[in-house]
């Protein structure tokens, strides 16, 4: 199947849009931590903000039997759909490599999970398990800079220009492949 890239959520964008997708991201992860606390049982606290900027922790969720996990919360963004089918529109997610300070990016901060939405679950992936996959198939290379196209950057670097994040995407598919666990959204 033949993807079409959405390069423009990763170009410069207004305050505006910003502030919106703040308020899009903070409804979804409220909705997620009371889905979790209310199906899983246990508490869910927000990190203060040192944690959140230089670690990338968002929660620590003390579990039923009291095991405290740390987790990033990634809302669905739309980075990709299929060319020819528009039901898909969640088949690829950004991990941040580089932070746009140029500090390390999310998948290198110290939450023991990153939680990714989908369009019909939550993902909960060791971040440790998606940083050895980042080592093995993203390709070490210069970041490819300022696409003026859809160029595929799947497993590859990107950087937008002028700026000192770099990004890289990967499928879905690969995601649920290397999750500890799926949990699937309530059906309305």
């Not at 079409?4 to 899009?24: C, E, I, S, W």
């Not at 979790?36 to 869910?44: L, R, V």
């Not at 196209?149 to 990107?158: A, E, G, K, N, V």
Request: hydrophobic residues 35%.
């Amino acid at each position: 199947m033949r993807y079409q890239l959405n390069l423009k959520n990763m170009r410069g964008v207004t305050q505006d849009k910003k502030d919106a997708d703040y308020k899009k991201g903070q409804l979804a992860a409220d909705e997620f931590v009371a889905f979790t606390e209310k199906e899983y049982g246990g508490k869910f606290k927000q990190s203060d903000k040192n944690s959140d900027m230089f670690d990338h922790i968002d929660y620590e969720y003390v579990t039923p039997n009291g095991k405290v996990v740390t987790l990033d919360f990634k809302s669905q963004k739309y980075v990709a759909k299929p060319v020819d089918d528009d039901s898909e529109e969640d088949a690829f997610n950004i991990v941040e490599l580089t932070a746009v300070d140029g500090s390390k990016g999310w998948v290198f901060g110290k939450a023991d999970y990153i939680c990714f939405e989908t369009s019909d679950s939550w993902l909960w992936v060791p971040r440790t398990k998606l940083v050895d996959f980042i080592k093995v198939y993203v390709k070490d290379e210069e970041p490819m800079i300022g696409l003026k196209c859809s160029t595929d950057i799947y497993l590859r670097r990107y950087q937008r220009v002028g700026r000192k994040d770099v990004i890289t995407v990967v499928k879905k598919e690969e995601l649920i492949n290397l999750s500890a666990k799926i949990v699937k959204k309530p059906q309305l």
